[in-house]
DNA sequence: CCTACCGATCGGTAGG
DNA sequence: CCTACCGATCGGTAGG
């Protein structure tokens, strides 16, 4: 059985979310894959540049999904509506690379963490936005401190995957309304 | 220079808080306190008796705040700030443990993670009583899941430890009354 | 992608 | 708390 390049990659994200990065090692790897952890330089040069690959992979889904909702028409609840949808469809479609963006950036080696920390202010700045947007059109009060704001609903998004399951009763739009209508309620004017 | 037990557990929740259970070797351990690896199993039996150890203690910290939170007569949306305001208090006052509970309870081996799992359920649970208290008393609308909404508000403050830092603009009460608003905003009546 | 291997490091132990 | 050590495992390489 021949593994292209991104077969190693999904699976690299598949251990590291489960075990952790230094819970997973080359070996773990090559054998979920059917292989000896000495094939896998074949493929890559090293552990490190599969963490790099899969947590990239996570930063890019979430990036896209903010420039898509961002170029929505309309009021400013509306984008934020699109970001909060889009953020959970990331997580949810992408949950081995998203949890390991989410706890393993910390085992990347200092360039490519603050490549990933940049990507991660930019992805914030999209929720800022929007933000700042319904506080100056008056839909937002205007005591909301965006940035604080920003924090708060992505500490909700980012919550999720560690205690949603999408067979239970809640599915995936209901969780998204859930959330956009908590979140509107604690942003709206009067 | 002579250690305690307490000191080694203190320690152990210092590395494991910035490098991960699997990312600390008891080497590691041994040289942020001045001795070999070796020695420290004249304190403990292993490293995963460390890991139980720093877990529990975090989980402690939390169950006693939520003890002293719920302990207080008055309206419910007062206990909802204190459980806020309690548990900001034990992030930022036991960082490491809580940083360790938060991110390693993983790393436990079935049983002691068994009951560390029973533990946040049962702190959860004190979230969860207080706003079905405010339904009750029509304080809160009674639209509100109160399931739902204590997970969202411990999605807030556990994401707390990612971002905050106490030396900054703002301090640990404006923090806390800045969330307990925000989430009154989401749950009033009216 | 495997065989055969490297030096380094791992958690842990015996004995003092 | 140290000396001296154990077998296992780590990330990685040379050569095919």
Redesign the pocket.
Known sequence: ???SREDVISAAGRLFARDGYHG?????L?RE???????L???V????ELLVAVVERGAGFFQAAADAALAVEGPASERLRRLIAGHLDVMLDHRDEVRTYLNEARSLEPASRERVVAARDRYEQAFRTVLKEGVADGSFRDDVDPKLAGIFVLSILNAVDRWYEEDGGLDRAALASQIADMVERGLRTG
Not at 24 to 28: A, K, L, P, Q
């Open positions: 059985m021949s593994h997973t090692s080359m070996r773990d090559g894959l059917g292989l000896l952890g000495s094939s330089y074949s493929h040069q090293g552990k490190q």
